[in-house]
Structures are given as structure tokens and as C-alpha cells.
T-cell receptor, first 113, second 112 residues
Framework: DQQVKQNSPSLSVQEGRISILNCDYT??????FLWYKKYPAEGPTFLIS?????DKNEDGRFTVFLNKSAKHLSLHIVPSQPGDSAVYFC????????????FGAGTQVVVTP | NAGVTQTPKFQVLKTGQSMTLQCAQD?????MSWYRQDPGMGLRLIHY???????DQGEVPNGYNVSRSTTEDFPLRLLSAAPSQTSVYFC???????????FGPGTRLTVL
């Protein structure tokens, strides 16, 4: 039973436009959410996170929004660049989970010139 | 700092063979984890450790053993490989529950 879901397996966006990646979760105990980026043949790298006490966190071109009532978070990338082409994973953890992460299936983003 | 290192990068096994995937980190992190990545499944937690001498099972532990004798090392053992264990394996470490996890480059394992 997947507790973190990314329902869009792929996203194609033009360079300079906004990329919006969505993630839904079912476990109300999750209180920390992260986005990871993964290039082929490499390990995932941390991108941005948000605690459940916030509804928005921004880091440069990347912004994560959290809607706790809807159990939904999204990652906005503005503007999108060709180097952003990668697989993006949403992940979540709970306070008592000792750092264990539940991952979504990932969204493949392709940024076209 | 090398971060999280994994060896080997690639491995092909026959059904029933055993092997150990190595993982080491030089960041003095207490928490270490093993994940496997399969198409359409994201990353799933196999085993994790919250410190030397302490390990526990994750979501998909069957067929795998771990031990943590030092803070730096967290090897993953396959006792009798099965084709269902064909996957990409990632080791990760973190300083605490609310810090991001750092991942190694992965080991691509094929079991024939």
C-alpha cells in the first residue's frame, strides 16, 4: 500500500516555463516532506524539504507548497532549465520513524529548449 | 569528504549465490539505510540502522541481512540471491530524523 503517490509519471515543459510536480500522501502521521532529484546512474540528491508546521518553503528556483488538509504537496520550478531534466521523487517521514522515508514512484521531467 | 560510497557499482549473480553490498559514509552520521529502486515503485526501504549495533527492518526486508558494527559501515547481505532481487540498491545516511538523507551512487544488481 503506497502511502506516497506521484500520479504523473512524466512531465514535459519548455525551457523558461514553470514545472509543477504533484505528490499526495495518505498517512496523517507524516510531518516532514522532501523532494529529491535523480539523474540516470546516480543516487538521488536532496532538493528541498518542508515541515508540516509550514505551508511553503522556497529555495531559489524551487518552491514546495504543503496543503495538510488535502494531504497534498507540490514542487514548483521557475524558470525551468534543461539541467532540471531528471526524475523527481517526493518523500515523507514521521516524527517517530527514525528517519525512514516513504518515497513516491517518481516523475520524469523533460525540459525542452 | 567522500560522502556515501557503495561498492560494487555493478554485479551479476546466479540464483542461489550470496554476496555483500558495501556501504560506507565519512560524515559521522548515526542513521543509515538501504533502499531498492524498481521501475514504477520509487525507492523502498529494506533495512535501516539508528547507530552502531542497532538495526531494524524496513518495508521489504525478506532475503536481506544487515549489521552495523561501526558508525561508518553498513553492509547489506544477500544470503541466497533470487531473480526478484534484481534491482538498483542505494545506501543512504543522515544525521537525524529531520535532516535530508545523503545517498550513495547505487549498485545495479542482476540475478540470473
Amino acid at each position: 500500500d503506497q502511502q506516497v503517490k506521484q500520479n504523473s509519471p512524466s512531465l514535459s515543459v519548455q525551457e523558461g516555463r514553470i514545472s509543477i510536480l504533484n505528490c499526495d500522501y495518505t498517512n496523517s502521521m507524516f510531518d516532514y516532506f522532501l523532494w529529491y532529484k535523480k539523474y540516470p546512474a546516480e543516487g538521488p540528491t536532496f532538493l528541498i524539504s518542508i515541515s508540516s508546521i509550514k505551508d511553503k518553503n522556497e529555495d531559489g528556483r524551487f518552491t514546495v507548497f504543503l496543503n495538510k488538509s488535502a494531504k497534498h504537496l507540490s514542487l514548483h520550478i521557475v524558470p525551468s532549465q534543461p539541467g532540471d531534466s531528471a526524475v523527481y521523487f517526493c518523500a515523507a517521514s514521521a516524527t517517530d520513524s527514525w528517519g525512514k522515508l516513504q518515497f513516491g514512484a517518481g516523475t520524469q521531467v523533460v525540459v525542452t529548449p | 569528504n567522500a560522502g556515501v560510497t557503495q561498492t560494487p557499482k555493478f554485479q551479476v549473480l546466479k540464483t542461489g549465490q550470496s554476496m555483500t553490498l558495501q556501504c560506507a559514509q565519512d560524515m559521522n552520521h548515526e542513521y543509515m539505510s538501504w533502499y531498492r529502486q524498481d521501475p514504477g515503485m520509487g525507492l523502498r526501504l529494506i533495512h535501516y540502522s539508528v547507530g552502531a549495533g542497532i538495526t531494524d527492518q524496513g518495508e521489504v526486508p525478506n532475503g536481506y541481512n544487515v549489521s552495523r558494527s561501526t558508525t561508518e559501515d553498513f553492509p547489506l547481505r544477500l544470503l541466497s540471491a533470487a531473480p526478484s532481487q534484481t534491482s538498483v540498491y542505494f545506501c543512504a545516511s543522515t544525521a537525524s530524523s529531520y535532516n535530508e538523507q545523503f545517498f550513495g551512487p547505487g549498485t545495479r544488481l542482476t540475478v540470473l
